[in-house]
């Protein structure tokens, strides 16, 4: 256990509905990420935050996802009008230095 | 284009053998590059971090290496055991732009350690 949680570690929807995932980050760290996880390949990099700044966010994050960080704490990461394609595990990880620790990931499933 | 690529895919071992695993990045302008260890289902769990201005890194049986200026690491796990089962990822934190904080993930190798 990392000391990063988040919720729920599993959510099945229906396509067309919106899911919201949340991540709560090791109390101290300033930066947290989201990354994206489809089977047999690594995670790939979403978007970030500093305290409350969203500071890059990758071009596979269209219009429909969105992502917050309201007071520099948790973050909730959005995905409107689900697509099959968005089935994948979602990692966030929080860092105060270069090493990231990662939570265990919300996996969902888009039927 | 900014890639990790990690040989082999999967790799197959009995116990106690010493073995490595290779990672490959194309841009030389890097913060630091970190290998993880990732269970089936889980989250990642950072085994190793190599600054850009370091050669290598040792924790326990593991040793991490990086070859700035031809793009390589390797990590190295000495006298391999069943727990050492699981995929292993290298990352790579790119320099220049807005890039400082994102990792590049290569696809990882499964390793799979028998008694």
């Known amino acids: 256990d990392t000391g990063v949680s988040q919720d729920p570690r599993h959510k099945i929807t229906k396509r067309g509905q919106n899911v919201t995932f949340r991540c709560d980050p090791i109390?101290?760290?300033?930066?947290l990420y989201w990354y994206r996880q489809t089977l047999g390949q690594g995670p790939e990099f979403l978007t970030y935050?500093?305290?409350?700044?969203?500071?890059?966010k990758s071009r596979l994050l269209s219009d429909r996802f969105s992502a917050e960080r309201p007071k520099g704490s948790f973050s909730t990461l959005e995905i409107q009008r689900t697509e099959q394609g968005d089935s994948a595990m979602y990692l966030c990880?929080?860092?105060?230095?270069?090493?990231?620790?990662f939570g265990p990931g919300t996996r969902l499933l888009v039927l | 284009k900014q890639e990790v690529t990690q040989i082999p895919a999967a790799l197959s071992v009995p116990e106690g053998e010493n073995l490595v695993l290779n990672c490959s990045f194309t841009?030389?302008?890097?913060?630091?590059l970190q290998w993880f260890r990732q269970d089936p289902g889980k989250g990642l769990t950072s085994l190793l971090l190599?600054?850009?201005?370091?050669r290598e890194q040792t924790s326990g049986r593991l040793n991490a290496s990086l070859d700035k200026s031809s793009g390589r690491s390797t990590l190295y796990i000495a006298a391999s055991q069943p727990g050492d089962s699981a995929t292993y990822l290298c990352?790579?934190?790119?320099?220049?732009?807005?890039?400082?904080?994102?990792?590049?993930f290569g696809q990882g190798t499964i390793l799979t350690v028998h008694p």
């Open positions: 935050f500093q305290n409350e700044a969203q500071l890059e």
């Open positions: 990352a790579v934190m790119y320099a220049g732009g807005t890039s400082y904080g994102k990792l590049t």
């Open positions: 841009d030389s302008a890097i913060y630091n």
């Open positions: 109390s101290e760290h300033n930066r």
């Open positions: 990880a929080s860092s105060l230095m270069e090493t990231q620790y």
């Open positions: 190599i600054q850009s201005s370091q």
